[in-house]
């Protein structure tokens, strides 16, 4: 039965996967493919053992790619925010101001901010 295990190291994550043993038993030279708690990797790898193999996978990468969506939707925001402020269609961005409130964008059509 296949199995698999994460250790997290220094700095990295570590998915290890053995085909044949059951599911949480690793055997003795598995048990040494596990990473140490102070154990440094700044960079992806995989690598081989008898029984199976695994793969590293630095701990910056999930954080990126957690803070790139995140730093995206933040940015959209602001300028959303930004625009509503100065007067400008949410839409187009077209320019408002002087327009009566509550009236559709001249420009596009859209609705009032
Ligand atoms: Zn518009």
Known sequence: MASGILSLGG???RAA???DSPVGV???GERSELLS???MRWLFGWGRYPAGGYLDVPLWFP???AILPTAFAWRLDTLARRRARVGLCA???YDRRGLVAGVVCP???GGPL
């Open 26 to 28: 690793l055997s003795s």
């Open 17 to 19: 996967y053995t085909p």
């Open 91 to 93: 839409h187009c961005h």
């Open 107 to 109: 420009e596009c059509g």
């Open 37 to 39: 708690p102070t154990e």
């Open 11 to 13: 700095s990295a994550i």
């Open 63 to 65: 954080l990126i790619l």
